[in-house]
């Protein structure tokens, strides 16, 4: 989203960071396609239970999976005896790929100026070589909500899986429209706004969104009629047509909103304007989970290692947060809301299962609904016939540390399970003599 010379510059910034110590050391492998057949796991299908069977990689997808034996004369047999094979796990929301280094505004590209620009694609901004990637991969996430933010409508965010040379290959064919709902609370510990002041800010920005809404009503009036008359209309305006989606329905509009009352606002609103939501942040969910029940609204909630909003809340509010919404009966999907800590999804929703989650729906939070609400759970969030061969061979459970993550497939592809830290750490291990 930032000008060519912005990138340049980054790209020498980055490259200046990460001279690798030594060229040898530091060579990448190759990810290899190819047929392969995994046998003898202790498959977590998540839709399906887990059992010990066979799965059968090809063409990208998963070809066959199933507790008898399966044949294929031309597949790589990967022995997988007292391992554990998991669908790959889904982040619901990061910067990842967006981001660079945080302390280099030029490396940042998640953030435009203007509070309507909703045709803004976070998919062009992708960086596929950031370094966070593979950091990230290696702990069996394989697929990103890349999202853009800083405005009230910030722009369209992406599903991409974490393999490929260019966005476009990455993208998973989902993008979503993404609009944070005015905050009635301080924006931080520097907001010195008095409270008439906070108040005033938030119902000017409510009005914006409702005076932007009927415009956008106004637009796919014209724009249906037109198609009811077979007549092509002409339009130079990229906003309206990004929301158009939303407002025929077709997709959810994705509300960030976090606090208490504002959650309260936002259903109401979504209410009255009778639209299709997804709710994100709602680190105050637990507050309303009934309200959101009712709505039957699903969200997208995260990070869960995080610290407590108010002084007097409990000081695993955020750790039980996702756990209250889901006993509650909502749908819940989480995320990192980061960029290079996303590689702790796992351990995100590993307290959240400690939590009052539990253990399968936290799985579930990571991989298939995600899916569902993304509405690519024909190709993604499970282990099953036909999907997407996204999936990690590992040594146990992915939410304890000990764990190891031994074999990675996006799209098919074997992926190497190397990354700037495994590669540093490599190098020193095995480190030749210095200059004299």
Known sequence: MNTTNNFLIAAFLITVVHIPASTNAQQVQKAEN??????????????????????????????????????????????????????????????????????????????????????????TAVNPNAVAIPVTRVNGVTTVFVKPEGSIFSGTGAMIDLFGYTPEQMSCGSERLVMRFPSTGRRGRFDRRSEDDIKKDAEKSLKNINEIWESALSYARIDSAAKAENQKWITNNPQMEALKPVVYGTQPLFIEVNAKADIESALQWISEKKIKAVLMGVAEGWRVADKIVKAKIPVITGPVLSTPRRDNDRFDAPYSNAGKMAKAGIKVALRTDGAENTRNLPFNAAFAATYGMGKDEALKA???????????????????????????????DPFEMKTKIEKLFIRGWDIPLESRQTLLNDEFLNRTPGIK
Do not use: W
């Not at 619901?92 to 280094?101: A, C, D, W």
């Not at 690519?376 to 499970?382: E, N």
């Open 366 to 396: 990571i991989t298939i609904y995600p899916a569902e609400i993304f509405g690519i759970a024909d190709k993604y969030g499970s282990l099953d016939k036909g999907k997407t061969a996204n999936l990690f061979v590992a040594t146990g």
């Open 34 to 123: 190819g047929v392969y057949l995994l046998t003898n796991a202790t498959l977590h299908t998540i839709t399906h239970g887990t059992y010990v069977g066979h799965i059968l990689l090809r063409d990208g997808k998963i070809a066959d999976i199933s507790k008898n034996s399966i044949t294929e004369a031309s597949a790589k047999v990967i022995d997988c005896t007292n391992k554990h094979i998991y669908p790959g796990m889904i982040d619901s929301g990061s910067k990842l790929g967006l981001v660079e280094i945080d302390a280099v505004s030029v490396t940042n590209d998640f953030s435009e100026l203007g509070d309507f620009i909703p045709h803004m694609k976070a998919l």
